[in-house]
């Protein structure tokens, strides 16, 4: 029994690290549905971007974790844009257009990256990704922490500047019902447009981090799609808060299959989760109740 | 203004229609004997014959139904997988094999379709993209039953009538000329149906079908398990003349973009939609594997479906169906 607690405790600590990070790519996800009713399928690709700013930035020697800000900017200048060019017409409805319309603007964003980086994966260590921290018996990659720890204080920003400013008081007001929020003066307009921004913004900073401590390829963005879907419709399309736990329990999951059946099939239990949930309780843990 | 669209509508369909469409099928059953037809256009034709007969199978679910399936991958994987583990191990025939794979295809999507049709909404099309990843999944481990990452290939035995192989492509242009004109026929059956009726509500206004008597869930489940079917079955002749299938051209989200192409810019919900899309995707797809040889830009092709995809969407969402009719007053 002793010879398995370490390995188990060891896969509970590598999951929560890596699911923190998943959970800062699902509130991003999470945050377009919730305020515009709009699956961004190509968020994914935005993480990937996200990776690549750091692998440019380590091609001419400067640490990627020092352009998180950039990554931040320029992953929410294009998401403006995507959000003027395709989703404004889609607002307050996940269409089946709408679906299709983000699928064909990931595959473009994903194929535009496979002509100007080429296909082969690519890394961008930080000063943090040979260091590795010991607990105990158990060991940690120093990138996995601090890359936690961002996601962990993005997540936290996040809430604050939806619960505590006047904009995000205006973005829940507007969540909930566009009409009445036009009424009392405000412009859904700007403030969709910002919350979108923002939302892939957080795609950005996510793949900045996971970039310093997981290769990347053009295809990476849509392969981490199936865990930003699968973290928020376990946590609560929509919720923040549930949408980060999700990450985190996405991570522990994959990490504990991996070590007691098999690291090829350790996203199958979240898919089979996935299957669950839709069934017996598609508002997930922390949801909204409409819909 | 009125008066005059209850007037057209109630207009016998024009006679043309059902004329042209024996043109194409004429000239393609004439193709193999034609003088100057070379094996890259019969395997041309052949190509685009299975796109339009999976596009179409497609269309029943996405386009008659309105149910987003992200996962038609699973049904053709499955047909294509069933097929050749059971000829490869036990030399059971591809024409019964290809029953087994329909079966287990319909099997599944039962399973899925139960779980999650229940629900309006978007989570449908999320679940079937997590069915086809965990099929990817699962085909790369099992290795002994599927040959793993490098895919299933076929055991040729060389022409067959048994085995359903042959060398050239000719017996494969007919097979394929009969699925596509049965799959259209049995578009149109179900456009014409009660059952079509009451699945282009559903797909038109849940709440108001549901008033209406219609049995939503039913008729979102049964719309499911025939375009499986016979996604399923098209999976069976892609076997058949491909010679093999690996995880990624069977579960990969590229395919499962791809079988909707044809639906999607020929006309959702029609049933000459995919027959008109999976032509010009055949040619658009043809161009761009050519213009990516020749300028050694790999993914080009890629980056035009993406594009051919969003431009539809957002500028023509009925497709060309849609833009060859004459606009209503």
């Not at chain 2, 190509?47 to 029943?60: H, K, T, Y």
């Not at chain 2, 699973?74 to 079966?103: D, K, R």
Request: aromatic letters at 10%; charged letters at 10%.
């Amino acid at each position: 029994m002793d010879s398995l607690l370490i390995p188990v405790a060891q896969a509970l600590l590598s999951g929560v690290l890596v699911g923190g990070v998943y959970g800062l790519l699902s509130i991003g996800f999470s945050l377009a549905f919730g305020v515009m009713r709009i699956v961004n399928f190509a968020h994914g690709d935005l993480v990937m971007y996200g990776m690549y700013v750091g692998v440019v930035a380590a091609a001419f020697g400067i640490d990627p974790l020092l352009m998180i800000p950039l990554s931040f900017l320029l992953m929410a200048a294009l998401g403006a844009a995507q959000y003027l060019l395709v989703y404004k017409r889609f607002v307050g409805r996940a269409t089946l257009q709408q679906l299709l319309a983000a699928i064909g603007l990931g595959l473009m964003l994903q194929m535009l990256a496979q002509i100007v980086f080429g296909a082969d994966t690519r890394s961008a260590p930080s000063m943090f990704s040979m260091q590795f921290v010991t607990i105990g018996p158990l060991f940690v990659s120093a990138a996995q922490v601090i890359a936690c720890g961002v996601a962990v204080v993005a997540t936290l920003l996040v809430e604050l500047l939806l619960l505590r400013t006047r904009w995000g008081k205006a973005v829940r007001a507007v969540a909930d019902d566009i009409e009445t929020a036009g009424v009392v003066g405000l412009s859904a307009q700007t403030i969709n447009i910002t919350a979108f921004a923002l939302a892939c913004g957080l795609a950005g900073i996510a793949g900045t981090v996971m970039g310093t401590y997981y290769p990347t390829d053009p295809s990476k963005g849509l392969s981490l799609m199936p865990i930003a879907i699968i973290a928020t419709t376990i946590g609560g399309l929509g919720s923040i808060r549930g949408s980060f736990l999700g990450g985190v329990f996405c991570g522990v999951v994959q990490q504990c299959t991996a070590l007691l059946w098999s690291s090829a099939l350790q996203d199958v239990p979240l898919y089979v989760l996935l299957l669950l949930f839709i069934a017996y309780r598609p508002t997930g843990m922390f949801g909204l109740r409409t819909e | 203004m009125a008066t005059a669209a209850v007037v057209r509508s109630a207009a016998p369909p024009r006679r043309v229609h059902r004329i042209w469409p024996l043109v194409p099928v004429a000239l393609i059953a004439l193709l193999p004997v034609l003088p100057g037809v070379n094996a890259y256009i019969l395997a041309v034709t052949v190509r685009a014959l299975i796109f339009i007969a999976l596009g179409q199978a497609w269309n029943v679910v996405a386009g008659i139904g309105g149910q987003l399936s992200l996962g038609h991958g699973v049904f053709l994987g499955l047909g294509c997988y069933v097929t050749g583990v059971l000829f490869n191990l036990l030399g059971i025939s591809p024409w019964f094999g290809v029953l087994a794979g329909m079966a287990v295809a319909t099997l599944v999507a039962l399973v899925m379709g139960a779980m999650t049709l229940r629900i309006r909404g978007i989570f449908f099309a999320l679940a079937t993209v997590a069915v086809s990843l965990a099929c990817d999944q699962l085909a790369r481990h099992y290795v002994a039953l599927t040959g793993g990452d490098s895919g299933l290939a076929l055991s040729f035995v060389g022409t067959s009538f048994w085995a359903a192989q042959s060398r050239s492509p000719a017996p494969f242009v007919y097979a394929g000329l009969v699925l596509v004109v049965v799959f259209y026929w049995i578009t149109r059956v179900i456009l014409a149906s009660r059952f079509g009726l009451e699945m282009r509500a559903v797909r038109d206004d849940e709440t108001a079908a549901a008033a209406s008597g219609v049995r939503v869930f039913r008729t979102k489940l049964l719309g499911f398990l025939a375009s499986a079917a016979m996604t399923a079955f098209a999976g069976g002749l892609y076997m058949q003349y491909y010679q093999a299938i690996d995880p990624e051209s069977a579960f990969g989200l590229g395919q499962a973009i791809q079988l909707q192409l044809p639906a999607l810019i020929g006309g959702l919900g029609s049933a000459a939609g995919p027959v008109l899309g999976g032509a010009l995707m055949t040619v658009l797809s043809e161009l761009t594997n050519w213009g990516s040889t020749k300028f050694d830009l790999v993914g080009v092709d890629i980056l035009v479906y993406g594009l051919v995809l969003l431009l539809v969407v957002l500028w023509a969402p009925a497709g060309i169906v849609g833009l060859l009719r004459r606009p209503r007053p």
